[in-house]
């Protein structure tokens, strides 16, 4: 009899951190959609309702997303009109966002904000001119989210001719990442 409770409490146990890891994994059977973070930028996102999204005057782009705690700050510094105080801004969301502790995993760096109880990355495009914060309490949605980031570099006429021009010239081909 005493072996029959043993299992009956052993297997209860078992069933409960089974219930309560598929419970409360956040990152588990999120569905993600794409979206632009910028005009050259974009990143696939959980799908939820409770979403809040803005631009301010300078062209930085807020998102917040209540359901799964990320929030993701956006700024592409190709304006001349907007770039230099957007980047003032920007920077100043980045150092009050940005944790001290440094956490590696594989290819992907974080830094973890104590104080906030959030995991934070930085992206930084010079080619594309994109500049992006995001934020997250799940460090699992925070990468999936860094993964899918695509960037599109814009370039008008002038920049396309020009770049014909040097290909045809030296024979060689240029590649963008």
Do not use: W
Request: include cysteine; proline fraction near 2%; charged fraction near 20%.
């Amino acid at each position: 009899m005493d072996k029959k409770i043993a299992i009956l409490i052993v297997a209860v146990f078992c069933l409960l951190c089974i219930g309560s890891y598929m419970l409360f994994e956040p990152g588990r059977n999120v569905t993600y959609h794409q979206m632009n973070l910028t005009n050259s930028c974009s990143a696939q996102v959980p799908v939820t309702d409770k979403i809040s999204e803005y631009t301010d005057n300078l062209d930085i782009h807020y998102y917040c997303d209540y359901d799964y705690g990320l929030n993701i700050t956006s700024f592409n510094n190709a304006s001349p009109v907007t770039g230099s105080q957007g980047m003032l801004r920007f920077q100043k969301i980045k150092a009050e966002t940005l944790g001290t502790d440094e956490i590696s995993d594989g290819n992907f760096t974080c830094y973890k904000n104590n104080k906030l109880g959030t995991y934070t990355v930085f992206v930084e495009d010079p080619k594309s001119n994109n500049f992006i914060l995001m934020s997250s309490k799940d460090k699992t949605i925070l990468q999936k989210v860094y993964d899918s980031l695509e960037a599109r570099i814009l370039v008008d006429d002038n920049e396309l001719q020009q770049m014909y021009a040097e290909n045809s010239t030296n024979n060689s081909s240029s590649h963008y990442y």
